[in-house]
């Protein structure tokens, strides 16, 4: 899932038992049912697997259908190289005391570590954190059931559902953002924890989860519906109107030249925490963070080269798609459009000098900076831009009926249910759905269109407000950042018909998305927009964002009166 999202993810299974015996046993089963595979086994466990959860909506009835619809020789084969020998740890294993399997197990979450299962008893209950491990099987004989049991358990489930700070659509973000959205990414801000059905057990189990705050879903969803009225359906707008959105065009190798056109800097500032990590290691105690001096490192070229050539992304064919202007990786290395110029600001400790750090720490920091370059040029390396030019698209085919799948959550360490509201509109005809699905701050926004539906009918025929659930997609004039508005405000007047794009936007993303508002302003001043209508009667406006702080909330009443009233 996380790959067909063009999302960087390694997830890592713990597989725990109470007994080293059943460890080591559970181990060798894992990899010779992997390494048997067969097209015919494997299809037979789907189609068993989806028979059974066909009429549940939870997340085994998604995974089957998905793999339903996969080639079954390719998973067989991606799931016999990602586990081997090489590609699982065994905790218990004399072997693990190893100083390079202690290395693997504190730097799980590098791309170029190949660990992608871990077997352990009770090794890992303390000090082991690791963001990517995203299921957790129990594999228990005889285990005990009581509360201290369970309390251990929920210690470690709460580690390992710490979140994984991915990055989507060029965003990192550390908090949750797929919650309120219908989408199956919901799954990679999961932990999924597997058990028998042993009632004492889970009893205990959600006891103990419960007293250390931890937040658990059921296997099962909340289906929150918002339809459109039939009246509006039936109405001349929804028939013949259109919702205008902006043409794109192809990029060419001239808009990527440089780095600086993927938002790449070559004077990368390599932070005190890589520096000792890199130079004493993960684990060990660095010296005082407080004491601190910056050198200035002109990488060379052998350092370039090398991290280059480990770096399966900068392989000259697959990087020449990216960097369509590309001669040669030799240009890449050389010219000062690209690495060719490349400084790093190294933050190192007091009494640790730039000529003291070893070949491989410096290569892993070089390494660390074509990460850096990888997300960057994936993230802004688009095939089209946006452009001045909006043309009209069905408002049938644009608006439907729509649906939000929500986990069910223990309410009393939640507080979801206080996040999203279903709100009933049907006495709202201005509103085209039954129910607005909405959070705290967009129901407020819908509160102040009520409070100015009246003044905006005596001045226009048509007053429609739409919630746009990820359909309506503008793009930034001659720029590849898209978004999508939370709002389309629709007002047909005598003179003209008004598509006014509105967006509720909370305090902490004001900064963030602050060109996102600048865009929206920009439609109604940028005089080489181009509306392609019928008539010359459509107009396209923007409104400052709404928010519910005190001078926010003035200007974006200010904005939106002197604008449409």
Same mark, same amino acid.
């Given at each position: 899932?996380?790959?067909?999202?063009?999302?960087?993810?390694?997830?890592?299974?713990?597989?725990?038992?109470?007994?080293?015996?059943?460890?080591?046993?559970?181990?060798?089963?894992?990899?010779?049912?992997?390494?048997?595979?067969?097209?015919?086994?494997?299809?037979?466990?789907?189609?068993?697997?989806?028979?059974?959860?066909?009429?549940?909506?939870?997340?085994?009835?998604?995974?089957?259908?998905?793999?339903?619809?996969?080639?079954?020789?390719?998973?067989?084969?991606?799931?016999?190289?990602?586990?081997?020998?090489?590609?699982?740890?065994?905790?218990?294993?004399?072997?693990?005391?190893?100083?390079?399997?202690?290395?693997?197990?504190?730097?799980?979450?590098?791309?170029?570590?190949?660990?992608?299962?871990?077997?352990?008893?009770?090794?890992?209950?303390?000090?082991?954190?690791?963001?990517?491990?995203?299921?957790?099987?129990?594999?228990?004989?005889?285990?005990?059931?009581?509360?201290?049991?369970?309390?251990?358990?929920?210690?470690?489930?709460?580690?390992?559902?710490?979140?994984?700070?991915?990055?989507?659509?060029?965003?990192?973000?550390?908090?949750?953002?797929?919650?309120?959205?219908?989408?199956?990414?919901?799954?990679?801000?999961?932990?999924?924890?597997?058990?028998?059905?042993?009632?004492?057990?889970?009893?205990?189990?959600?006891?103990?989860?419960?007293?250390?705050?931890?937040?658990?879903?059921?296997?099962?969803?909340?289906?929150?519906?918002?339809?459109?009225?039939?009246?509006?359906?039936?109405?001349?707008?929804?028939?013949?109107?259109?919702?205008?959105?902006?043409?794109?065009?192809?990029?060419?190798?001239?808009?990527?030249?440089?780095?600086?056109?993927?938002?790449?800097?070559?004077?990368?500032?390599?932070?005190?925490?890589?520096?000792?990590?890199?130079?004493?290691?993960?684990?060990?105690?660095?010296?005082?963070?407080?004491?601190?001096?910056?050198?200035?490192?002109?990488?060379?070229?052998?350092?370039?080269?090398?991290?280059?050539?480990?770096?399966?992304?900068?392989?000259?064919?697959?990087?020449?798609?990216?960097?369509?202007?590309?001669?040669?990786?030799?240009?890449?290395?050389?010219?000062?459009?690209?690495?060719?110029?490349?400084?790093?600001?190294?933050?190192?400790?007091?009494?640790?000098?730039?000529? !003291?750090?070893?070949?491989?720490? %410096?290569? =892993?920091?070089? +390494?660390? #900076? *074509?990460?850096?370059? &990888?997300? /960057?040029? @994936?993230?802004?390396?688009?095939?089209?831009?946006?452009?001045?030019?909006?043309?009209?698209?069905?408002?049938?085919?644009?608006?439907?009926?729509?649906?939000?799948?929500?986990?069910?959550?223990?309410?009393?360490?939640?507080?979801?249910?206080?996040?999203?509201?279903?709100?009933?509109?049907?006495?709202?005809?201005?509103?085209?759905?039954?129910?607005?699905?909405?959070?705290?701050?967009?129901?407020?926004?819908?509160?102040?269109?009520? !409070?100015?539906?009246?003044?905006? %009918?005596? =001045?226009?025929? +048509?007053? #429609? *407000?739409?919630?746009? &659930?990820? /359909?309506? @997609?503008?793009?930034?004039?001659?720029?590849?950042?898209?978004?999508?508005?939370?709002?389309?405000?629709?007002?047909?007047?005598?003179?003209?018909?008004?598509?006014?794009?509105?967006?509720?936007?909370?305090?902490?993303?004001?900064?963030?998305?602050?060109?996102?508002?600048?865009?929206?302003?920009?439609?109604?001043?940028?005089?080489?927009?181009?509306?392609?209508?019928?008539?010359?009667?459509?107009?396209?406006?923007?409104?400052?964002?709404?928010?519910?702080?005190?001078? %926010?909330? =003035?200007?974006?009443?200010?904005?939106?009166?002197?604008?449409?009233?």
């Amino acid at each position: 899932m996380a790959q067909e999202n063009g999302i960087t993810l390694k997830p890592i299974i713990l597989f725990k038992s109470n007994k080293i015996a059943t460890s080591l046993s559970a181990n060798d089963r894992l990899l010779n049912t992997v390494q048997s595979l067969t097209v015919d086994s494997l299809s037979h466990t789907i189609n068993l697997g989806y028979a059974t959860y066909k009429h549940e909506n939870s997340i085994w009835h998604k995974m089957f259908q998905y793999y339903k619809k996969q080639s079954l020789p390719e998973v067989i084969r991606d799931l016999q190289w990602d586990f081997t020998e090489e590609t699982i740890l065994n905790a218990n294993d004399k072997a693990f005391l190893s100083e390079d399997n202690a290395l693997l197990l504190n730097t799980l979450e590098e791309d170029n570590n190949p660990i992608r299962a871990i077997f352990a008893v009770a090794k890992l209950n303390e000090g082991w954190d690791v963001l990517n491990l995203f299921d957790i099987v129990r594999i228990s004989e005889g285990a005990t059931s009581t509360k201290t049991t369970t309390d251990s358990e929920a210690q470690l489930i709460g580690r390992g559902a710490r979140y994984y700070p991915f990055e989507y659509n060029g965003q990192r973000s550390y908090t949750r953002r797929f919650d309120l959205i219908q989408t199956d990414l919901k799954v990679i801000e999961s932990l999924h924890y597997h058990t028998i059905n042993e009632n004492a057990y889970i009893k205990n189990l959600e006891k103990s989860l419960e007293s250390a705050s931890i937040q658990v879903k059921e296997d099962e969803y909340d289906r929150l519906e918002a339809k459109l009225k039939p009246a509006f359906k039936k109405s001349p707008v929804f028939k013949d109107g259109k919702i205008y959105i902006n043409k794109l065009e192809q990029t060419t190798a001239d808009d990527y030249r440089t780095l600086s056109h993927y938002n790449v800097t070559t004077d990368y500032e390599v932070p005190y925490e890589l520096t000792v990590e890199q130079h004493y290691g993960k684990r060990q105690a660095h010296p005082n963070p407080g004491q601190t001096h910056e050198s200035t490192w002109p990488v060379e070229r052998i350092y370039i080269r090398k991290a280059l050539q480990r770096k399966p992304f900068f392989h000259f064919n697959n990087f020449k798609s990216y960097i369509p202007a590309l001669s040669s990786m030799k240009d890449f290395i050389e010219s000062p459009n690209f690495l060719g110029e490349l400084t790093f600001y190294v933050s190192l400790p007091l009494g640790l000098k730039l000529h !003291d750090l070893s070949p491989l720490s %410096k290569l =892993k920091m070089v +390494e660390k #900076y *074509l990460d850096y370059v &990888e997300k /960057k040029i @994936k993230a802004n390396y688009m095939k089209e831009r946006g452009t001045p030019v909006f043309e009209g698209v069905a408002m049938s085919e644009m608006i439907d009926d729509y649906y939000i799948e929500l986990n069910k959550v223990n309410s009393k360490v939640s507080t979801m249910s206080e996040t999203l509201q279903k709100r009933n509109m049907r006495d709202n005809h201005w509103y085209v759905y039954d129910k607005a699905i909405v959070n705290g701050l967009e129901s407020a926004f819908i509160d102040f269109i009520n !409070d100015y539906v009246e003044q905006l %009918k005596e =001045k226009y025929q +048509e007053v #429609y *407000l739409i919630r746009n &659930e990820r /359909k309506v @997609k503008i793009v930034e004039i001659n720029g590849t950042r898209g978004f999508m508005p939370d709002f389309l405000l629709y007002l047909q007047g005598e003179a003209y018909t008004y598509q006014v794009f509105l967006e509720p936007k909370g305090g902490h993303l004001q900064l963030e998305d602050r060109w996102k508002e600048e865009f929206l302003l920009a439609l109604s001043e940028n005089e080489n927009i181009e509306v392609l209508s019928e008539n010359e009667d459509v107009r396209l406006l923007g409104i400052k964002f709404f928010s519910n702080e005190g001078d %926010k909330k =003035k200007a974006f009443r200010e904005d939106f009166k002197n604008k449409l009233l």
